[in-house]
C-alpha cells in the first residue's frame, strides 16, 4: 500500500474526503518527524514506538577493495511494535 492509497482507505473508513484524510496524514507524518528530531519518543498504544537511536562510531570495511574505513556516529529512526500490531499481523 502506497501513501495515496492509505488516504482513500482511512477516508473510506473514517467518513471523511481524501483531502481530509490527506491533511490529517501529513499532519501525522509532519508531528511524528518533529518530535523525532527533538529527540522525543512518539507512542501510539498497541501500534508501537518511534524513537531515535544513537549509533556509535565504529570501523568497517569497504566490500569493494577491503580496505578499513571509519564510519561516523549518526541518529536512525526505530520503530518498537506494539502489542496490538504484533498480534494482527501473525
Known sequence: MNKS?????VASAAGLSKA????????????????LAKGEKVT???FGTFSVNEKKARK???PH???PINI??????????GAMLAEAVQ
Not at 481530509?20 to 518530535?35: M, N
Not at 561516523?72 to 511494535?81: E, I, L, Y
Open 60 to 62: 568497517g570495511r569497504n
Open 65 to 67: 577493495t577491503g580496505k
Open 5 to 9: 492509497e492509505l488516504i482513500s482507505a
Open 20 to 35: 481530509d484524510s490527506k491533511k490529517a496524514l501529513e499532519a501525522i507524518i509532519k508531528t511524528t518527524q518533529d518530535c
Open 44 to 46: 501510539l498504544v498497541g
Open 72 to 81: 561516523a556516529a549518526k541518529k536512525v529512526a526505530k520503530f518498537k511494535v
